[in-house]
């Protein structure tokens, strides 16, 4: 049931398709299943796919990169997005407490402290101590809530259960609320903000909140609980309707246009297509905290991470009746995997399998030689040596990798990069050192010639060469 693109096998992952695919046959044998579609992606482009088993047992439909599956809790990271969509245009504050934008909350039952402590940063990560779930859920049926509105109307209900940052909690509940605050700022109910702001301009057509069209619908795989004392297999219940914490149908070929999309190397400011700004998306990545004492787990912001060995897998993984998967990435390599089940299981290895298989190729082939970036040449005078004269300390600013960046031959870990603003003398720092954020100056003579820099707190002289 494989459905390789040969055309879509490009480079060092097409000769890893046989591999890759027994890995798959493999996983979907020894537990079970009826069918997984899964895909690799590098470089913005999925590279390759296949489909095994069955998207359809009774009806022998096979599972293809087209195929629907509810991505259950992977739309977490949706939701994350829009609310830093809304954070970077101002709207709301990450540090904000939820109240702000949902004055029911005032009498939720918080007993560690204020109902302030529940913050957005905190309920994006998991790290809010709300509650799981909302109130009355029980999976085994299954009853869940998804109306937020309602929900709060049982606000006594609603509690806190741990202290903040304490430890990760998982919270179903948050998520539904950070909807909730998605469409009272923005004034447009929650699905129709994710589908005008985010899929809309990745185009991912294929991606969905119920009730779908009739064209999404006939793709959609059947759902199947797990097995019991045979190889019979039995369709799972209906699932709830969860929108932001949940509600997301998707398919392997849009997935890999979502991973892509974390890795773009056009990041730059939200534009179009470029529907977070690059800097963003980085600090969605980022960890925030450590979720084992292992140091294998760290939580970020609507996603998390996994190390493995000593590659950083940044993932979600969802679960809901019928449905398990899991996206996986490397930002550093811009390598990632998808992996979609309509049964009950862990995919996540699955996932970082086919991405690490992936990953070995890639760094094992050749790298290409390319040109590099011309230097603008208007930076071109502000190249050269610069001296710190209380402590010797000599840097040199270089055109670097299309950036201008500071190197330090004493301190090779610390290498400052710039931002250009609207001033041809005056930069940013960008992130990954401690000056980031700060100004780095240029200081010119009467006769424009470059003088000295400041570089956040301290100022280096020019060095020129002696005549």
Known sequence: MGSTDPQATA????????LLEAKARSFVRERRLPGVAVGVVHRGELVWSSGVGFADVTAGRPAEATTLYRIASITKTFTGTAIMQLRDEGKLHLDDPAVTYLPELRDAVSPFGTVETVTIRRMLSHESGLMGDPPGTDWSGPVYEPDPVVNLGRVGEI?????????????????????????????????EYVRTQILEPLQLSGTSHDPLSADL???????????????????SVAAPSCPAEGGLWSCVEDMARWVAFQMREDGGPRDGAQVLAGTTLAEMHRPRYLGDEAWTEAWGISWYAHRRGEVIWVQHSGGLHGFTTNVCFDPKEHVGAIALVNGDTAPGELA??????ARDAILAAPEPITRPAPLPEAWRELLGLYADGDYY?????????????????????????????????RFVIERGVRESGEACEFERTGDGRVRSVRLASTVFRRLDAVE
């Open 11 to 18: 480079g060092p992952v097409a000769e890893l398709s046989a």
């Open 159 to 191: 509690a806190t259960s741990i202290p903040p940052n304490d430890q990760q909690k998982y919270s179903n509940l948050a998520y539904q609320l950070l909807g909730e605050i998605v469409a009272r700022v923005s004034g447009v109910p929650y699905a």
């Open 393 to 425: 300390q000599t840097l040199r600013l270089e055109w670097r990798d299309g950036k201008l960046t500071f190197v330090d031959h004493g301190e090779e870990t610390w290498r400052p990069t710039l931002q250009p603003t609207t001033d041809p003398d």
């Open 217 to 235: 619908a006939s793709r959609r795989a059947i759902g199947y609980g797990p097995r019991a004392f045979s190889d019979e297999l039995r369709e």
């Open 352 to 357: 970082m399998d086919l991405a690490s298989l």
